[in-house]
């Protein structure tokens, strides 16, 4: 992540439950993320033209910081991988 992340600013975690348009009551109690990670949201859209990352697209961690972090890292390495190609 380079040098720079060493020296961020803050970090602000949100707790979506309070927010109105992102959170409603379930009717019955439902596991924290287990539909995060799934294979398919992770699969490259338009013929890999478009590379979708994010804790949903995340094989570890879904539905947290850090499966977000891994899924950017990867689409990144891809996207790299593609850009280099043309170069060759």
């Known amino acids: 992540m380079g040098k720079e992340a060493?020296?961020?600013l803050s970090?602000?975690?949100k707790l979506w439950k309070g927010?109105?348009?992102t959170?409603?009551?379930y009717r019955k109690y439902g596991m924290p993320h287990q539909h995060n990670g799934h294979p398919l949201y992770a699969r490259p859209l338009m013929?890999?033209?478009i590379q979708l990352a994010g804790?949903?697209?995340a094989p570890y961690f879904g539905g947290y910081l850090d499966g977000a972090v891994h899924s950017g890292l990867s689409a990144a390495?891809?996207?790299l991988k593609q850009v280099n190609s043309f170069d060759a």
Do not use: I
């Open 6 to 8: 060493s020296g961020y």
């Open 11 to 13: 970090y602000t975690e």
């Open 19 to 21: 927010e109105a348009f």
């Open 23 to 25: 959170y409603t009551d």
């Open 47 to 49: 013929s890999g033209k």
């Open 55 to 57: 804790t949903e697209t």
């Open 77 to 79: 390495s891809k996207v």
